[in-house]
């Protein structure tokens, strides 16, 4: 009987599956509404809010260091995929190139089509964060967010924008899409942050 309740899961693969996940395969898409198609010469990260204004064009972001890293995804309709392999700029290169204003604490991730999601600069300025253009050696999809997404792997996937266009630096935290929607305003997949009471 006792056993039945110290029983481990079947094999959390040494703690990196958070609670409440299942390990997929796959690779599903989840986006609310229509892809964004679009090239990647349309491609612009416009700097905005408390921040020298800029603009990241395709060809600025390609200049910037290109690195490679492999990550656990998270998403919190329950899937997690381990391995998934990206390619981009990371956000610590592109935030050197950034001149923030005083007061600065939180980040808006705003995408073509009008998704947001919000971040505290903690949890976006961090060295395993990338703005992908490459998923697993190869041109990443429309569907999966390319030309260009986030990648935030400490955190739910909904926090991964994609077809990112505009981040916003902001004096507080405002919730984005998802946040106004019920989601947590984390979304710590191993503290189980999933909707806004957890
Ligand atoms: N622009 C945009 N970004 C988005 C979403 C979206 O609907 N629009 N969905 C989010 C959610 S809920 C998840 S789980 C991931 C899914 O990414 P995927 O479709 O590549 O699996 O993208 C996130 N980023
Ligand atoms: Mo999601």
Not at 129 to 138: D, K, M, Q, R
């Amino acid at each position: 009987m006792l056993g039945k309740f110290f029983k481990k899961p079947a094999d959390d693969l040494g703690g990196r599956i958070p609670p409440g996940q299942t390990l997929t395969t796959r690779f599903p898409v989840l986006t609310y509404g229509p892809a964004q198609h679009y090239r990647p010469e349309e491609v612009v990260v416009r700097i905005t809010g408390l921040a020298e204004p800029q603009t990241f064009t395709w060809a600025d972001l390609l200049a910037l260091p290109q690195t490679t890293l492999t990550h656990d995804i998270h998403c919190v309709t329950h899937w997690s995929k381990l391995d998934t392999t990206w390619t981009g700029v990371r956000v610590t290169d592109l935030m050197e190139r950034v001149q923030l204003q005083p007061g600065a604490t939180h980040v808006m991730q705003r995408s073509v089509g009008g998704y947001t999601t919000n971040l505290a600069l903690a949890d976006f300025v961090r060295s395993e964060n990338l703005l992908a253009h490459t998923f697993a050696g190869e041109p990443l999809d429309a569907e999966h967010g390319g030309p260009l997404r986030l990648v935030v792997p400490h955190l739910y996937f909904w926090k991964s924008a994609k077809w990112l266009t505009e981040l916003e630096f902001m004096p507080e935290d405002r919730p984005g899409f998802w946040e106004r929607n019920g989601y947590h305003g984390r979304g710590d997949p191993f503290k189980e942050q999933r909707y806004d009471d957890d």
